[in-house]
Structure formats: structure tokens, C-alpha cells
């Protein structure tokens, strides 16, 4: 890998699942933007947003961003669903928006083998309205930001990482 390849998309989508299947076959390593950030605060996400606010989490989040640009290479980075909107996001690496409907994301959650702590994790969720909303409002920056755009819509994981690769590298 030359650079960094920086996913991002809605909550729920699978960046994570995709980054660590990603990072196992082709040998490099994956960053989770928010399990930095927890790590880095000895808190998780949700507390941070309880205790501090979400302006404080955003700062957090460029904080990392600014970390990456200045240290991290050749690794697979998932990022938070709002990491999108930090300044040098295009700095880090090849953007790929992992995209799909927000039902679909919404059914892949709830009818996962761990449904309840999938949807727990991702408290918007008990507010499908809210999230809706949320996810409309997000859908066009993505596409804005993003370099290379992935539907994941019914897809096997396999086929969207040799997609991601392909894309990225071609």
C-alpha cells in the first residue's frame, strides 16, 4: 500500500467490518478513528458526547485527523460518520465513501447476530427519525468529499474490498 485509503459513510454501514476484512487480506494495518479517540480520552464516544458536547468530540476528531496527517502511512483508516467534515480530510489519503440506503443500513443492524448491542452502540438509531435526517443530510457531503464512491448494497465482503483495492490502485 502507498497511502493511506480513509473510509467513510453513515453509522452502521460497515466501515468497520470492510477495514478489518481489508486490513487482513492484504496485509496492512486498520485505524478506527473513533477507537483512537476513546483511547486517547480514556472515554468512550458516547461519554465524551454526555460529558463534553459534541464540539468537543468534533475537536477531537481533527485532533486525530491532524495526528494521521502527520504520522500515520500505508494503513486502512475507518473513521467516525462525522469524521468527514474535518478540514484536511483529503490530506490523509484516498477517500472511499462505503454508501447504501439508509433502510438497508438500518435492517443490516437490526437483523445482526448481535442486533441489540449493534443498535445500543449507535443510540441515534432508537430516534429512526432523527437518524433519517441525519443520514440525508450526510449522503451528499459524502459524495462531495469522497474520491472513489463503493455501493455495498447486498454485496459480499469480499467483492467490496477487492472493489475498494481495485478502484484505489487502477
Do not use: H
Amino acid at each position: 500500500m502507498k497511502k493511506n485509503i480513509i473510509l467513510i459513510g453513515f453509522m452502521g454501514v460497515g466501515k468497520g467490518t470492510t477495514a478489518r476484512a481489508y486490513a487482513k487480506k492484504y496485509g496492512v494495518f486498520n485505524i478506527d478513528t473513533d477507537d483512537l479517540i476513546e483511547s486517547k480520552e480514556n472515554m468512550k464516544i458516547k461519554e465524551i458526547f454526555k460529558e463534553y458536547g459534541e464540539e468537543k468530540f468534533r475537536s477531537l476528531e481533527q485532533e486525530c485527523a491532524n495526528w494521521i496527517e502527520k504520522s500515520v502511512r500505508d494503513s486502512f483508516i475507518s473513521c467516525g460518520g462525522g469524521f468527514y467534515k474535518v478540514n484536511n480530510l483529503k490530506k490523509l489519503g484516498v477517500v472511499v465513501f462505503l454508501d447504501a440506503s439508509y433502510d438497508w443500513i438500518y435492517n443490516r443492524l437490526s437483523t445482526a447476530k448481535n442486533a441489540k448491542s449493534k443498535l445500543k452502540k449507535r443510540p441515534l438509531f432508537s430516534e429512526p427519525q432523527k437518524a433519517k435526517k441525519l443520514y440525508k443530510e450526510r449522503e451528499k457531503a459524502y459524495k462531495k468529499v469522497a474520491d472513489i464512491v463503493i455501493n455495498v448494497e447486498n454485496k459480499d465482503l469480499i467483492d467490496i474490498i477487492k472493489e475498494i483495492n481495485k478502484k484505489v490502485y487502477s
